[in-house]
């Protein structure tokens, strides 16, 4: 079959009438696929696009090229973490390394070195030609896919799966391309990585050693992800980005441990829940258009949990606005009403904000059982209530990490409502009887921004006095400390200065610094 020429456990002794496509009669295209059809473009073509002229330049002194003296196998652990259009480049180079390329066990493929379209499928076709190793490590495509390639993408994959693939990625866009069927039964693939893919198996799926699965950009239904996760028993990390026709996820798969949810992009309200009794890590990230719900169900063994994405929508006017952060605040609190026994917690920026806005209104936040806090937070002030509210809700928190990031979420709105210094005051008689299992906290990011400093000022000025069984503060080095920016770095020794002063109402608290 057509389909197998690739894939032979013969490939370096291709008979002539199947290669014919891809004559090697002249000596240069055996070693340079490159060359096949870029031979024949003008000489305008940039000379980078063509390994094979760099001849010109001689071949490297044998005293001076200490590179080639390696072994072969740490020439190809280095030519395998080069883009195979790199890898096949330095054919070029000498003797040593004509044939050397033909051997790496990782092949990855992009159409960015690609001024036409139609080299790329030919680039690949001849570089599995020439390919001698076999078992491959990695294979990779990413290209703008269109349905006239399908039947040489088949043969891509098939020469993958013959060659006992451990990590196949298929990185494709503008249209779908539909797996072969024969992919479904794969006893050797450890990694699957799927993007603009039409799954849809007619039988079993048998994928015995599969441990991580990504999938990007396709619809894919609850029957066909069943059919998925019974057929993969081995499977521990699972990635859904951006997959329509989701709504309720049920997680039947006994072995995974970890679930990532990223994006949605479709028009149509997304209520989603998560139905996953065995899973121990969550990741819930990127922008969600529409979304109306989301809750955890049934989640006994979660304990790791990460909330960052956003509820993103267009309106026209402020009423729509207010509609919208309205229904903002109801999916974020019923998501931390499902996370109430979750030890580790990471929430996102805008999370955060949509915290601040329930405190502003008087709306409280379900109480948390977590150990560990992290809070990623731009320091304005308009965080402020919600790190309060944060803090409030997470009476067991004996871990706090703020890592400071940029944000371009402004909530102009609460400027004229919020006075940041009577917020916090009026907080404290209540903190002080909360603030009774920290012990450490660590601060990334800050020194980047330094005019949030009035406000990182007053939260570490907070936790200082607060906090009666803390043992350190710990604030990693800024960026302008490292790279020797004299009057930033006056600025965060001044700040320094003035955090060391505040009072600590634990006796045993140290303030750590990078110098």
């Excluded at 006994?300 to 509609?323: C, T």
Aim: charged share 25%.
């Amino acid at each position: 079959m057509e389909e197998e020429s690739y894939g032979s456990s013969e490939r370096s002794s291709t008979s002539s009438e199947e290669s014919a496509p891809y004559s090697t009669d002249n000596s240069s295209h055996a070693t340079n696929p490159m060359n096949s059809e870029e031979e024949e473009e003008e000489e305008e073509e940039s000379s980078d696009d063509y390994p094979s002229k760099r001849r010109k330049h001689g071949p490297i002194l044998e005293e001076e090229d200490r590179i080639s003296t390696l072994p072969d196998s740490i020439l190809l652990t280095i030519l395998s973490s080069l883009c195979t259009v790199d890898s096949v480049r330095t054919g070029v180079l000498s003797k040593r390394w004509a044939y050397l390329w033909t051997f790496v066990p990782s092949l990855r493929f992009t159409d960015y070195y690609f001024r036409h379209a139609a080299h790329y499928p030919n680039f690949v076709d001849n570089v599995l030609l020439l390919h001698r190793a076999l078992k491959l490590a990695n294979f990779a495509v990413q290209f703008e896919y269109n349905p006239e390639l399908k039947p040489r993408v088949d043969l891509w994959v098939r020469f993958a799966t013959t060659a006992k693939v451990d990590q196949l990625s298929l990185h494709l866009s503008s249209c779908f391309y539909k797996l072969p069927q024969h992919l479904y039964a794969n006893e050797f693939v450890s990694e699957l990585d799927f993007r603009a893919c039409e799954i849809k198996p007619n039988g079993l799926v048998r994928w015995s050693s599969l441990k991580r699965l990504c999938l990007w950009n396709l619809d894919l239904h609850q029957d066909v992800l069943n059919k998925v996760l019974l057929g993969s028993p081995r499977l521990e990390f699972l990635e859904l980005r951006n997959c329509d026709k989701l709504n309720r996820l049920d997680i039947v798969s006994e072995s995974l441990k970890k679930l990532v949810m990223d994006s949605y992009d479709e028009d149509y309200p997304l209520e989603l829940e998560i139905f996953a009794p065995k899973i121990e890590s969550l990741e819930i990230r990127g922008d969600f258009y529409g979304m109306k719900k989301c809750q955890i169900k049934n989640a006994s063994a979660l304990v790791e949990v990460r909330v960052d994405f956003e509820i993103r929508m267009e309106y026209e006017d402020e009423e729509q606005e207010e509609d919208h952060y309205k229904n903002c605040e109801n999916v974020v609190r019923e998501l931390f009403e499902s996370l109430r026994q979750v030890k580790k917690l990471i929430v996102g920026r805008w999370c955060l904000k949509v915290l601040s806005i329930m405190s502003m209104k008087h709306l409280s936040s379900p109480v948390l059982n977590c150990k560990c806090l992290t809070m990623k937070t731009s320091m304005e002030k308009w965080d402020l209530p919600g790190i309060a509210s944060l803090l409030q809700s997470s009476p067991y928190v004996e871990t706090l990490v703020i890592d400071i990031i940029f944000s371009n979420h402004d909530l102009e709105f609460l400027d004229r409502i919020y006075d940041e210094v009577n917020h916090w005051k009026s907080k404290e008689v209540y903190f002080k009887s909360l603030l009774q299992c920290l012990k450490t906290v660590k601060i990334f990011g800050f020194g980047e921004r330094f005019h949030t400093k009035d406000v990182f000022i007053l939260v570490v000025e907070f936790l200082l006095k607060n906090a009666k069984v803390l043992e350190k503060m710990v604030i990693t080095e800024p960026w302008v400390m490292q790279n020797g920016i004299h009057n930033m770095q006056l600025k965060f020794l001044q700040v320094s200065q003035k955090l060391l002063s505040f009072p600590r109402s634990s006796p045993h608290a140290v303030v750590m610094f990078p110098f």
